[in-house]
């Protein structure tokens, strides 16, 4: 997979997609293909091995929660699927769901933990543009044997992603800050200097008015920052000429040119955000994860929709053309 400059590629998406923006999944996902999935990006849930969260809010129960943390209690972790949440809430799956009415309505208290159901699991979020990297391989594999091109076509990522394209700005253009407690640094210590260093941050900020800003690189080469991006409205993109068939390797996050090679140096693994456009030199489909939305939109043939819903990998529903995923599409489970 490489860098392209030949963005007049995605011509005939710009085309097909609305502008300006009305409202439905057509913002961003092309019109005109035969049928539509909708992939759900799943969540996560944990609860303590042998006994309950402490109760909410935090400032209530200060002293609940460290004791709790004094204990150290072993975590279940889990990945769940939009149905098992709402399962767990009863409330009711379908093709339109939105996740803040499907689960997050049942918060006790908004803005500090997320909803628990009666089993005592904690939930988090869907994560929004971001198909978790073994799922878009699953995706990737289905979709490489449903193209005449599985070897050829293009793969866009969204320019937004933090340190992804150089720019001009001040200081380092990012910075892998990290703490941990020991035996010798409590807890408050740790705090303390975490605030120390928040406090500097933004002190920097005030004095960047004073400053002549810089050419700050990022993941991508300073020729690829500089370079020409594929534009839809209100959203560019870095674009790859690449084929379906190299995301489906299990190991695609390791060899793609996007690839996070800082923060693996840095001991957090593999890394790579997840591409926003996939599509094939023959036009048989397009796969798009919008920065903004909790779910990927492929759109296909009715037999590929099939493929994808019945594959039981990943969660996935028919949606029509048209459909609208907004903000309160969820008329279900109001």
Do not use: K
């Not at 991508?220 to 674009?239: E, K, M, N, Q, Y």
């Amino acid at each position: 997979m490489e860098w392209t400059a030949d963005v007049a590629a995605g011509d005939w998406i710009r085309e097909r997609v609305d502008d300006p923006w009305r409202g439905s999944m057509h913002d961003v996902v092309p019109r005109g293909f035969e049928a539509y999935a909708r992939i759900f990006h799943p969540v996560e849930r944990d609860r303590p091995v042998g006994r309950p969260w402490p109760p909410l809010p935090y400032a209530g129960h200060r002293r609940e929660w460290e004791a709790f943390h004094a204990a150290q209690p072993e975590i279940d972790v889990e990945r769940v699927t939009w149905a098992e949440a709402a399962a767990a809430f009863g409330t009711t799956m379908h093709a339109l769901a939105q996740w803040h009415h499907l689960v997050e309505r049942f918060q006790q208290t908004p803005g500090e933990d997320g909803p628990r159901d009666a089993a005592g699991w904690r939930y988090g979020q869907p994560a929004p543009g971001q198909l978790a990297p073994d799922l878009v391989e699953v995706v990737a594999s289905i979709l490489a044997e449903r193209t005449t091109t599985p070897d050829e076509g293009f793969v866009a990522v969204w320019e937004g992603w933090g340190g992804l394209v150089g720019g001009m700005g001040f200081g380092p253009s990012r910075v892998l800050f990290t703490l941990s407690a020991t035996d010798d640094s409590p807890q408050s210590a740790v705090e303390a200097q975490h605030a120390e260093f928040l406090e500097r941050s933004a002190q920097d900020q005030l004095n960047n008015a004073f400053r002549t800003p810089s050419w700050r690189p990022g993941i991508l080469s300073d020729d690829i920052s500089r370079g020409p991006r594929f534009s839809l409205p209100a959203r560019d993109f870095v674009l790859f000429r690449g084929g379906v068939s190299e995301l489906a390797d299990p190991g695609w996050v390791e060899h793609v040119p996007w690839r996070d090679e800082e923060l693996a140096a840095a001991g957090f693994g593999p890394s790579a955000e997840s591409p926003a456009l996939v599509w094939p030199a023959d036009r048989a489909w397009v796969f798009v994860s919008e920065v903004d939305f909790d779910s990927t939109i492929v759109g296909g043939s009715r037999e590929l929709v099939r493929a994808l819903c019945a594959d039981p990998r990943i969660e996935a529903l028919p949606i029509r053309e048209g459909a609208d995923l907004g903000w309160d599409a969820d008329d279900v489970n109001r």
